[in-house]
């Protein structure tokens, strides 16, 4: 069963600073991942998917890279924004379904 | 070109009652999963449809249960309701079952009491 775990669960930064997301997953054996955006009592946006045979993918300021072999990807949001404050999922496809992981709950501080 | 949409937005139930949750994928989209997520968790997966057949099912009882209709909406039917299926479900599309970007819905929050 595939475990995909995020670290830390929360935390906040000052506007300005770079934030990064670290998401693990315990098999290897997926077709892409995907990073999410969720506000409170909302449904999820997607932000970045990267196929399997990828190693990063870049949107704006927003970079994540993946290292399948490792089981691990990084969520980068340069420069945050107050408007960044949201919680980020991690969600790995395989087995025709996402697995994902808690979430990182960020606040920027203006 | 409208999102993945879900209706209704809110429901209140009590215990033992029956709900259909509806869904409607992005135009052009054949495959739609639903989610179950409980206050503070990542979304759990129920169930997967592709062209109107289950792909994928999750480690849910058989309270719950699924179908895609030819048009690719997809209901979502939960028997028998519980205190514990308080949660917020969420319907995702997308182009075809493997590969492709999922889309998420805003939800429908169900309450029971």
């Known amino acids: 069963k595939q475990e995909v775990t995020q670290i830390p669960a929360a935390l906040s930064v000052p506007e300005g600073e770079n934030l990064v997301l670290n998401c693990s997953f315990t098999?290897?054996?997926?077709?892409?991942l995907q990073w999410f955006r969720q506000d409170p009592g909302k449904g999820l946006t997607s932000l970045l998917l990267?196929?399997?045979?990828?190693r990063e993918q870049t949107s704006g300021r927003l970079n994540a890279s993946l290292d399948k072999s490792s089981g691990r990807s990084t969520l980068y949001i340069a420069a945050s924004q107050p408007g960044d404050s949201a919680t980020y999922l991690c969600?790995?496809?395989?087995?025709?379904?996402?697995?994902f992981g808690k979430g990182n709950q960020v606040v920027v501080i203006p | 070109d409208a999102g993945v949409t879900q209706s209704p937005t809110h429901l209140i139930k009590t215990r033992g009652q029956q709900v259909t949750l509806r869904c409607s994928p992005i135009?052009?989209?054949?495959?739609v999963s639903w989610y179950q997520q409980v206050l503070g968790q990542g979304p759990q997966f129920i169930f997967q449809y592709y062209e109107k057949e289950e792909r994928g099912r999750g480690n849910f009882p058989d309270r719950f249960s699924a179908r895609q209709f030819p048009n690719y909406s997809s209901e979502l039917n939960v028997n028998a309701l519980l205190l514990g299926d308080s949660a917020l479900y969420l319907c995702a599309s997308s182009l075809e079952s493997s590969y492709n970007e999922q889309f998420f819905g805003p939800g429908t929050r169900l309450t029971v009491l």
């Open positions: 098999d290897s054996a997926i077709y892409n």
């Open positions: 990267i196929q399997s045979s990828q």
């Open positions: 135009s052009g989209h054949k495959s």
């Open positions: 969600a790995v496809y395989g087995n025709n379904r996402l697995a």
